[in-house]
């Protein structure tokens, strides 16, 4: 315990190294702010109403819309951005179709993360987990892809068998609520900057560029795009405002105590007493699992802190395996309790608000055997891979 000083802290916190926490919150914070621009310009809301329209008076249509168009917008974007857009739209629906909006509901808290896993930018445990490996953007999607898509398989069949009465029962055609672009100039201005962002993080590796330098990069340029138009027609970029005011600020202390006490932790040698637990055998499965578990023991971000101190004392050949397992756990182990994710506690307060009870209990009954039935697939596929 010696060791553990002021000094040490400030040393880890911002050294040179793959578990940096100012670079891992650089980028993620820097990527969520792309898809918020999207978000404040009505682009996602623009889907949401066009996606209840096509759907018609048949309920499994629309369920199959929103779980495709769902899970597209979050291997791109942010799946808290997805999530707190989509909740509202499909509350105002199922009240004027005279459906039960908790199918949809669940379908699209389930779809975003599930399909979070995709890519290395879809959740900030992703990042730092990942980067903690020295895996890069591409390198991630290499293993991760077919393990996303056993995922996404799973769940949607699980999604069908539990709702399976609610979709067959038909619905009134409503004129679903407004939903605009409210700068077509802006959007197209925003949509570059992610597609430029999302290239260059998949080349950066190559290029000798560090993933948070790209993202930071793009954000800059972004605003300054955004501040030349606002000064070409002679307006406030409020926008730029709002952004700002959305971003997940309260990341910042959570990722950086979260650090410290990993930092504790390893001086007490805790991690090296749960790796020896979890041991070497059937190690996919294992870390998977047990990560799953332990987001709704103490949250998916404090978990992969814990987990990537935990893998660091692996040999070379269980690594990997461990690594990638532990992203899977951090991304389904939002289905089991409220307390598995950020995104969850923020979901529950949307619906209680919306007059919608979603409790602790319900969780468990919607979430718990798709988001085990995933995470099982996902760490069979992951085990064949690696």
Request: proline letters at 4%.
């Amino acid at each position: 315990m010696e060791n553990f000083t002021l000094n040490f802290i400030i040393e880890n916190i911002f050294a040179d190294s793959a578990v940096n926490p100012i670079k891992i919150l650089v980028l993620f914070i820097s990527m969520t702010i792309l898809s918020v621009f999207l978000d404040e310009i009505g682009f996602f809301r623009f889907l949401a109403n066009v996606t209840l329209k096509k759907a018609g008076t048949s309920q499994k249509k629309l369920f199959f819309l929103l779980y495709v168009t769902v899970s597209i917008l979050t291997v791109f974007t942010s799946n808290d951005i997805i999530v707190l857009t989509f909740t509202p739209f499909i509350c105002y629906f199922a009240v004027n179709a005279k459906i039960n909006p908790i199918p949809y509901l669940v379908t699209v808290f389930i779809a975003a993360n599930t399909w979070s896993m995709a890519l290395i930018i879809g959740n900030p445990t992703n990042i730092y987990l990942a980067t903690s490996g020295g895996v890069d953007f591409v390198g991630y999607v290499k293993i991760m892809l077919l393990p996303t898509v056993a995922a996404g398989g799973i769940s949607l069949a699980g999604l069908l068998l539990m709702f399976k009465k609610d979709l067959s029962l038909p619905m009134e055609r409503v004129q679903s609520k407004a939903g605009h672009i409210t700068d077509p100039v802006l959007l197209i201005i925003g949509i570059l900057h992610l597609a430029a962002a999302t290239v260059m993080l998949a080349v950066s590796s190559y290029v000798g560029i560090e993933m948070w330098i790209v993202a930071l990069v793009a954000v800059v340029s972004l605003f300054v795009c955004n501040l030349f138009v606002a000064l070409f027609r002679r307006r406030i970029p409020r926008e730029l405002g709002r952004c700002l005011k959305r971003a997940p600020w309260t990341l910042v202390p959570f990722l950086l105590g979260m650090f410290i006490l990993i930092l504790f932790l390893q001086c007490l040698g805790v991690p090296a007493f749960i790796s020896r637990i979890l041991g070497t055998k059937l190690i996919c499965f294992r870390y998977g699992i047990s990560s799953l578990i332990a987001c709704n023991l103490m949250n998916n971000i404090p978990m992969s802190v814990l987990f990537s101190s935990v893998i660091d004392g692996l040999g070379e050949a269980e690594k990997m395996p461990a690594l990638f397992a532990t992203i899977t756990g951090s991304n389904l182990g939002a289905f089991l309790t409220p307390f598995g994710a950020l995104a969850g506690l923020m979901w529950q307060k949307i619906l209680k608000g919306q007059g919608i009870k979603f409790g602790y209990m319900d969780f468990v009954k919607y979430g718990g055997l798709v988001g085990f039935a995933a995470a099982l697939v996902s760490c069979l596929v992951l085990s064949l891979i690696l």
